[in-house]
């Protein structure tokens, strides 16, 4: 396929709509054969974090590769995350490892993982504190353009709203757990109001959401798969996605949903499903 529509954060710059989530793909042949497969299938955006522990193998993997597909750096959109070990103090240090690890010259988009501090409860109010010292270091970082945009993930609404009040480089996006039974419509709604990209993960919830009879009823009536059908319907309401998987078929087959549209109907009810249920972390009680 050609490489998949882009999206143009506030920072001007252009981020794929789809990317290769790479948590849970460890070790070097393993990060190397699905990066293959996956600039093979037309992916130019990788998104990894320091307690994914890969980036190294995934920055060695697209050295590796991006000559192999006539690519350059500039061609590929790289997304790394802070640990929430290295929130605070600790957030320099830890971006310059990722930088480090990774060893591709500059990240395109660097988030704060997290919005609380390992090793601290919830609710401890050193959180906002932490939080707000390691957006001083990520801008420091984006000044000198090491980090070419900085955003952050699992921030609720009262999170954004916080920071959106204190910082002097907006954040280029959010990336939180999205699917139809989490539409998260407080979040979008924020980021739309403060041109801010929100984007999905855990689009497949877990994998649970791929046997949901409603899910399955609409794949069938369009001759795709389930998974297609959630990505579609994320990408559809104009929300990035990355999807994860070490599988080649999997892969190229989650690249095809831009030649197919949901319609209407099937789009509402799948929205309908919201009720608000996570398959992954919940930050609401992050102070």
Known sequence: MSSPPSVVLNTGREMPVLGLGTYKLCGPEAVFQAVDAA???????????????NEADLGRALRELLPKYGLTREDVFITSKLSPKDQGEKAMKGAL?????????????????????????????????????????????????????IGVSNYTAAHMRELMQSCRVPPALL??????????????SLCKEHGVCFQAYSSLGKGEL??????????????????????????????????????????????????????????????????????????????
């Open 175 to 188: 990336q939180v757990e999205f699917h139809p039974r989490l539409c998260q419509l407080e979040l979008r």
């Open 97 to 149: 490892h990722s930088l480090s690890q990774l060893d591709l010259g500059y990240i395109d988009l660097y988030l704060i993982h997290w919005p609380g501090t390992q090793g601290l409860p919830v609710a401890d109010q050193r959180n906002p504190g932490n939080r707000a010292q390691s957006w001083l270091r990520l801008e420091e970082l984006h000044g000198q353009g090491k980090l070419r945009a």
């Open 210 to 287: 791929l046997a949901d009879p409603l899910i399955n009823e609409v794949a069938n009536s369009c001759k795709r798969t389930p998974a297609q059908i959630l990505l579609r319907w994320a990408v559809q309401q104009g929300v990035p996605v990355l999807p994860k998987s070490s599988n080649p078929d999997r892969i190229q087959k989650n690249t095809e949903i831009f030649d197919f549209s949901l319609r209407d109907a099937d789009m509402d009810r799948l929205s309908a499903l919201d009720c608000g249920h996570r398959f992954c972390w919940d930050p609401s009680e992050v102070a």
């Open 39 to 53: 600039l093979a299938a037309g992916y130019r955006a990788f998104d990894s974090a320091a307690v994914y522990r």
